[in-house]
């Protein structure tokens, strides 16, 4: 993995949608016709902005930045209240939203055109970078 | 129980409250909001109950298409409340059966 | 009975299809009229918060309910009379009995499309009348348009799409979703929409279906087991869970009636949900300038019925005379084509053109 924050992007059906390709500024997604094809990234292309984040539909596109020091930052999609502010200390969960332990928000934003989607990043050992998509809404016991 | 806040929809706009007459007892409903919503905001779920086994129902499809939710209002039965708006003083009450037209007896 | 009749396109149902059929027409230059029952049109795209698929001509990307709120004002702005709180009980050729409010009259117009959607099926089972049990469109619309829970402990019936999205908006809402049940060993919906639900702690049981609904004048608790592969109970597997909701999304069935009655042909198309009427690739019925577009024509999503409707409203205006070219025809087929397509859009292409060749079928019988 590149260690710069890029999109990873986990669209695993031929389904017809195409918005992170017409988002990317860099064209670093290429979905073509039909649009049912998967969507493909060039990751040399990837600036790591998010703006396939917040547009893709199914909420499908993560951002994985793996630094130096073991340590790693996942962004991920977040439409639940309360938001996450940075600095709150929350609990990584996986894709089947079972605990990873403690993670620090680091950031939390809108892109443009988001309509309500918010991204927010976490920073988290390296080693669970491939296996955190989210956080455990506050409000859930489970 | 209302969503006062939203993360897509954003909170709750202002309303004007309404009294509606539920049973005898008077709630505050949202002017214009189905009679049904007024009610689940209040956790109230029972519309009727059934002509031969008195059977409870409430709201099934929430388009007016299926008659669970009808109950009587101000005096006139089999009123579908979900898709009824509400208006200031209305009275809703629970129907049994087929309910009683004003001039029945 | 009052009776008006108008030089123009009478369009049943506000929703997807119908704005869109409405829209379409009228910017053709059709005088349009379109009557839906609600106080306000929008259809199901209302509660709809979700961004929509697709691609950017077919508005991806775009929340639902903007969508509704963009092609009411296209349509005001392109001259489409609106007949609110409208309920059309007959159709008869090319009249519409309708009432509105308390006013009963009858509406002869040149041409008819009907876009009137679909009803959300049921579901039997002890307990499936208890209050608390109830569609899972029926909550979103709720939850998302009325700004109320229907309940705080909710169990979805059914992985399909709706029943994923609206388990969903049941948890940005504030509910607490204790489990998707499906009957299938796998889902139907896609797997974007369960992965958002799995992501939020909510577990999703495929093989599974739910054996009763109990509790004193409302749902209280509900028992749910896994089935073998002929989908009997596997005795033992049953598990209680407290919850004062059950949703269920397990399908939907085309709202033909106003077709049956004028006399449509129809053929049974269980992947479309059942009956559907008879269409040519232009959505034209058996009978002629009569049109259906969306749900009515075969439950999708509303990103097809968006396209539907406007190849019935370009096939309308072109029957009774306005100019359409025929450029704008190809490239409404070619949008709607292109939503029908991967494992989930080919079955429903094939359904789609097995319908339309039975309707030429028929033209050459009578």
Redesign the interface.
């Known amino acids: 993995m590149s260690r710069r924050r890029i999109a990873v992007i986990e669209c695993p059906e031929e389904i017809p949608c195409n918005p992170c390709e017409t988002a990317c500024p860099q064209d670093a997604i290429k979905v073509g016709q039909p649009i049912t094809h998967r969507p493909h990234l060039d990751a040399q292309r990837c600036m790591g902005c998010g703006l396939c984040v917040a547009a893709c539909p199914g909420l499908a596109i993560f951002m994985v930045d793996i630094k130096d020091n073991d340590q790693a930052e996942v962004t991920f999609p977040y439409e639940f209240l309360p938001l996450p502010e940075p600095g709150d200390t929350v609990t990584a969960v996986n894709r089947e939203g079972i605990s990873l332990g403690t993670a620090q928000v680091k950031a939390r934003w809108q892109p443009k055109g988001a309509d309500g989607t918010y991204l927010v990043t976490i920073a988290l050992p390296a080693a669970l970078a491939a296996e955190a998509r989210g956080i455990r809404r506050p409000s859930c016991d489970n | ?3 006062t ?5 954003g909170p ?1 706009p202002p309303v004007n409250l309404v009294p509606l007459e539920v049973d005898g007892q008077v709630i505050w409903a949202k002017e214009g ?2 009679i ?2 007024a009610l ?2 209040y956790g109230i ?3 009727r109950t059934t002509k031969r086994r008195g ?11 299926c008659t ?1 939710c009808v109950m009587t209002v101000d005096g006139i039965p089999n009123v579908r409340t ?2 009824t ?1 509400v208006r200031a003083g209305m009275k809703v009450t629970t129907q049994r059966g087929l309910g009683q037209w004003p001039n029945d007896h | 009975m009052a009776q008006r009749s108008l030089k123009g396109i009478a369009v049943v149902g506000g929703g997807p299809a119908g704005l869109m059929a409405a829209l379409t027409a009228a910017r053709h230059g059709a005088a349009v009229v379109l009557v839906d029952e609600n106080a306000e049109p929008g259809g199901q795209l209302r509660k709809q918060i979700h961004k929509f698929f697709g691609s950017k001509a077919h508005r991806a990307g775009v929340r639902g309910y903007r969508i509704a709120q963009e092609l009411i004002s296209d349509c005001t702005a392109a001259g489409v009379e609106l007949l609110g709180q409208s309920v059309v009980f007959s159709l008869r050729e090319c009249t519409l009995d309708l009432l509105q409010k308390d006013d009963a009259f009858n509406l002869k117009a040149d041409a008819i499309i009907l876009a009137t959607g679909a009803s959300e099926n049921a579901l039997a089972f002890p307990g499936c009348t208890l209050p608390g049990v109830m569609g899972a469109g029926a909550a979103q619309t709720f939850v998302n348009l009325h700004r109320v829970l229907p309940g705080r402990r909710v169990l979805m019936v059914g992985g399909g799409n709706v029943g994923l999205i609206v388990a969903y908006q049941l948890l940005q809402a504030g509910a607490e979703v204790v489990g998707v049940v499906e009957a299938l060993p796998y889902l139907s919906g896609y797997q974007v929409h369960a992965a958002k639900i799995k992501r939020a702690g909510v577990p999703i049981w495929t093989s599974h279906t739910v054996l009763e609904a109990r509790g004193d004048q409302e749902v209280q608790e509900v028992t749910i087991a896994a089935i073998d592969d002929h989908f009997h109970p596997l005795p033992g597997s049953e598990r209680t869970l407290a919850v004062d909701t059950v949703c269920l999304a397990v399908g939907l069935t085309p709202l033909a009636e106003l077709a049956w009655q004028a006399g449509c042909r129809f053929c049974y198309q269980g992947a479309l949900g059942g009956y559907v009427p008879l269409h040519s690739d232009n959505m034209e019925t058996t009978l002629p300038h009569v049109y259906v577009a969306g749900d009515i024509a075969g439950v999708e999503e509303a990103s097809t019925a968006l396209e539907e409707g406007a190849i019935a409203g370009l096939a309308a205006a072109a029957a009774i005379g306005c100019p359409v070219p025929i450029a704008e025809f190809d490239a409404a087929q070619e949008r709607l084509v292109s939503l029908r397509k991967g494992p989930f859009g080919d079955i429903r292409q094939l359904v789609k053109s097995e319908i339309v060749k039975r309707w030429a079928d028929c033209r050459v019988v009578e």
């Open positions: 129980m209302r969503i806040n939203h993360p897509l929809l709750q909001e189905p049904a919503a689940l905001a779920r029972l519309c059977e409870p129902r409430g709201v099934f499809c929430g388009i007016g298409h669970d979900c898709v708006p």
